[in-house]
T-cell receptor
Framework: DVKVTQSSRYLVKRTGEKVFLECVQD?????MFWYRQDPGLGLRLIYF???????EKGDIPEGYSVSREKKERFSLILESASTNQTSMYLC????????????????FGPGTRLTVL | AQKITQTQPGMFVQEKEAVTLDCTYD???????LFWYKQPSSGEMIFLIY??????QNATEGRYSLNFQKARKSANLVISASQLGDSAMYFC???????????FGTGTSLTVIP
């Protein structure tokens, strides 16, 4: 079974703090994703990475950065947390299989509920 | 334009009855995949079912089936014989052949009534 873990289930930070959210997957997946989830807005993609040291912006990258130094680990960084970044953050991974591209199912971690005061 | 539209913010169903959750999508890519996920109150997203754009038959996985109507660009999830444990948020998603992005809908909250 694919296992995606996130460093914290709940996190409380203050405005202006630098925040690190860590995600680790154990299935050697090439692709990793960071989403935020807000009521009524569904999941919105922040950043994704299709290889080590590679990253691409999603729909809402402003105020965030990412790091992928190792294949299994994908970090989301809030350089200076703000109250409008209070949200649920979900990490996901998927296998990039060129011959089965349409079965590229994403597997999710349990989520981190971040509150910025 | 929204890539994925789920028009039902909330749905109720009697235990043991069937329920259909609606999903429409928008793409000009002839090759794409459609996915449904379940998110219980615990927060983790659970993959349920997948349908490819070239698949001739509707996908089925146990009590879940996907009613795929390509011309209408709809991919509705049907849950048969609802159980109390089916109470959750359900998200429809799409991946196009070009690109690595998944597009998610805003979700439907399903409540199963005993």
């Amino acid at each position: 079974d694919v296992k995606v873990t996130q460093s914290s289930r709940y996190l409380v930070k203050r405005t202006g703090e630098k925040v690190f959210l860590e995600c680790v997957q154990d299935m050697d997946h090439e692709n990793m994703f960071w989403y935020r989830q807000d009521p009524g807005l569904g999941l919105r993609l922040i950043y994704f990475s299709y290889d080590v040291k590679m990253k691409e912006k999603g729909d809402i990258p402003e105020g965030y950065s990412v790091s992928r130094e190792k294949k299994e680990r994908f970090s989301l960084i809030l350089e200076s947390a703000s109250t409008n970044q209070t949200s649920m953050y979900l990490c996901a991974s998927s296998l990039m299989n060129p011959t089965q591209i349409f079965t590229d199912t994403q597997y999710f971690g349990p989520g981190t509920r971040l509150t910025v005061l | 334009a929204q890539k994925i539209t789920q028009t039902q913010p909330g749905m109720f169903v009697q235990e043991k009855e069937a329920v259909t959750l609606d999903c429409t999508y928008d793409t000009s890519d002839p090759s794409y995949g459609l996915f449904w996920y379940k998110q219980p109150s615990s927060g983790e997203m659970i993959f349920l079912i997948y349908q490819g754009s070239y698949d001739q038959q509707n996908a089925t996985e146990g009590r879940y089936s996907l009613n795929f109507q390509k011309a209408r660009k709809s991919a509705n999830l049907v849950i048969s014989a609802s159980q109390l444990g089916d109470s959750a948020m359900y998200f429809c998603a799409m991946r196009e052949y070009t690109g690595n992005q998944f597009y998610f809908g805003t979700g439907t909250s399903l409540t199963v009534i005993p």
